[in-house]
């Protein structure tokens, strides 16, 4: 029986796809079974659907991240769910206030390298978020955001996005560890864990963008937690390929969610239907929302209605 929906999961087309490669670095040591779902005590049905979404710096060239036009569009984007309703976003540029981090089921993150290191007084703003997830609150990195450097981590690479969310981008100044950004011409993008809420309705896609590689899990080997799934995989880099789990979630002990996913890079990206159901539907998960069956169902955005500098890449 599927644990999260009640239905049985057997489907042999789809079983064949669950048997993940344990590569011999670890990274994609994923826990044997997906949590049970948390009760989440710390939310009552009324906070559930508040997304919270935070824009932080970014100085990427004109149709590479647009992190301001990005948090616009998902906002958008969740409060246009067209089979689910209820969904409310907040967009802020810089760190929010305590009222809005209240009234939020879930808190998203986008921009260059994690928001709450970069934003002034980064101290005070992971206190500030040690509070929300201590209550049940969700997290969710998009892209850069999942990314930490050298000064926000310890050195043996203990920072709490390994806590929250499962994971990080480890930036190349890191003592312990260094993940990859490279952009591919063409990354095929694989759903994993498909009795997940988060992989509901996604199918493989292909795209040109920039999906970090050799994230970081953990000291023991680089291997996911006992509670961290990997929720989608990509053999790169095409020259040497290797399984590479490029988004990931995690149920925490404290009984919230945690979402990350390195994609996209290109603004433009966000046209494509099966990576923004799967960042939706990852949103919407963290927020204690019961995802649709078949994934959240959303229009293509027009992506020039959300101000962005460009929707084309411009080089300065």
Known sequence: MNKHTGQSAHNPKRDSRRKFIKTTSGVLATSAAISPAIAWSGLTTADRGRVLIVVGPSNHKPGTHE?????????HSLESIENLSGVKADVVLGWPDKSLRDAASTIVFIGDMFPANRLPNPKQNLADLEVMMDRGAGIVCVHYAT???REDVLSDGSHPLLRWMGGYFAHSSCPHHQSIARVFPKATITPAALEHPVTRGCEEFS????????????PDGNQLAPNVTTLATSMLPPEAPKLESVAW????????????IVMPHFYKNWRVDELRRLILNGIVWTGGIDVPRDGVTTKAPEL????????EVIKR
Not at 207 to 218: Q, T
Not at 249 to 258: F, H, I, K, L, N
Not at 304 to 311: G, L, T
Request: cysteine-free; glycine content about 16%; proline content about 7%.
């Open 249 to 260: 979630s995690v149920e925490r002990p404290d009984g919230g969610r945690g979402f990350g």
């Open 304 to 311: 020039a209605d959300f101000n962005p500098e460009s929707v």
């Open 207 to 218: 795209l040109h963008d920039e999906p970090y590689i050799n994230n970081y899990f953990g």
């Open 67 to 75: 992190v301001a036009a990005s948090g616009r569009l998902m906002k």
């Open 147 to 149: 990314g930490v450097r």
